[in-house]
C-alpha cells in the first residue's frame, strides 16, 4: 500500500513540474531581445537580427542673391527616413546588411522612372576579424565623406564637392582586409561592380574597379570614429587616419558614374581621392581633395542637347569643437573647380558653412543648425550672380 501511495505522489510531482519545464524550455527556445543599439532579436549563436529606424526632419532656405534677403528657395521635408536591418545567420561569420529608404527626397525620383527604395543590400563572409568579404548592393569604398553615414554627419548635408566627385553605392563584389602593425593600422579595400549605381538594369560590357587604402599611424579611433564625424568620444590621445584611393569606370553611362542623368555616349571617368582626419580631445579636423578625369566629359544628342561629366578638383575641410556638454561647433570650406571644356558649362563654386549641433544620444538624436554663404568664380561681391546666403536647421531622431 505505500509503496502505492508512493509512486501515485510520484506521478502527481512530475505531473505538476511538466509545465513548468515545458515552460523552461520554451523560454530557452525563445530568441532574446534586447535594446541598445536598435532593437536585437537573438536565438544562440545561430541568428541575429538588429532593427534600427532614423529619420530627418528639416527646414531652410536659400536666398536669391547675396544682397537680396528674400528666399529663392524654401527646403521643408522629410529629407531621410530609413529602416536598417543587420546582423548574422547560419553563424556569425555569415552576416547581412539590408537598409532601405522611404521619404520623397530619398528615392532618387529626380531622372529617374522608378522609385528606388532600396540602398543597401549585402552578404558578408568573415574570414577572421581583420578579412571579409561582401557581394550585393553597398557604397563604394570612395571618399571618407561618404562612405561615413548620413546620420553621423556634423551637418545636415555632405560637401558639395562630394555631390560632384563621389562613388557612391553599386553593386558586385566588396573585399576588406586590415593589417595590424604593431600600434599602427592599415585597410585595404577594394571593389568590382557593375559602375551603373543603384538598383541597376542589365549594363553594357564594362565595369567599375575601385581600391582604397588607409593608414592609421596612431591606432585605432574609439568606437570606429574614424568614419564618424566630430570628436564625440573626446579622444583622450591623439588620432589620425590619412587614406587614397581611385576609382575607374568603363563605359560609365551617367554624369556621375553611379548617379546621375543618362549621358547620350557611353564614356570612361576616373576619379582619385585622398582625404584624412585627426581628433583629438573634442577637437576634429577633416579634409579630402577630389580629381576626376574622363577623355570625353561632353555628350550630345541629335538635337544638340547636353549632358556632362563634371571633370576637374574639388576640395573639402572641416574644423569642429566638440564640448562636454556635448554642443559642438563646427566649420566647413568646400570648392568644385570644374576643368577643360565643361569650365564653359559649369562654374567654380566655392562655399563656407558655420554650424552648431546638439547632441542628446550622440549621433542618433541631434538637432543641428548652419549658416552659409555660396559664391561663384572665385567672386565672393554680394551682388554677383549665382552668389547666395543659405541656412538650414534638421533634427535626426533613431535608434
Known sequence: M??????CLAAAGLLAFAPLAQAQNERDEAPLINVRNGLS?????????????????????????GDD????????????????????????????????????????????????????????????????????????PGNRQRVISSGNQQFPDRSIANAAFTLDRDVGLFAYWTIPAGSQLLQLKGAITMGEGRNPVVGNNGLCYTGR????PLGAFKNSGDFSEGDLEMEPRPRLSIAAGYGYNDMARRTGGQ????????????TFIADMVFKWQGWALSAEAFQRDSDDPITTNSTGAVRYVTTGQGLNTQLSKHFPSHWEIASRYTMVRPTGDVALLRPQTEEGLLGIGRYFNGHRIKAQWYAGYR????????DQPGNAWTTLFQVEFGI
Not at 505505500?2 to 509512486?7: N, V
Not at 559664391?375 to 554680394?382: D, Y
Open 2 to 7: 505505500y509503496r502505492c501511495i508512493s509512486l
Open 41 to 65: 532579436f537573438t536565438k544562440d549563436s545561430v541568428f541575429l537580427l538588429n532593427l534600427r529606424f532614423r529619420m530627418q526632419t528639416r527646414a531652410g532656405f536659400t536666398t536669391v542673391s
Open 69 to 140: 534677403f528674400s528666399a529663392a528657395a524654401v527646403d521643408m521635408r522629410i529629407r531621410r527616413m530609413r529602416l536598417r536591418f543587420d546582423g548574422y545567420m547560419l553563424n556569425e561569420n555569415v552576416r547581412y546588411y539590408l537598409q532601405l529608404n522611404f521619404s520623397r527626397s530619398d528615392l532618387d525620383l529626380d531622372g529617374e522612372v522608378v522609385a528606388q527604395p532600396l540602398r543597401d543590400a549585402l552578404v558578408y563572409y568573415f574570414f577572421n576579424d581583420n578579412f571579409y568579404l561582401g557581394f550585393g548592393q553597398g557604397k563604394l
Open 213 to 216: 587604402l588607409e593608414w592609421l
Open 259 to 270: 548617379l546621375g542623368s543618362e549621358l547620350y555616349a557611353p564614356t570612361d571617368i576616373g
Open 375 to 382: 559664391w561663384n568664380q572665385g567672386l565672393m561681391e554680394l
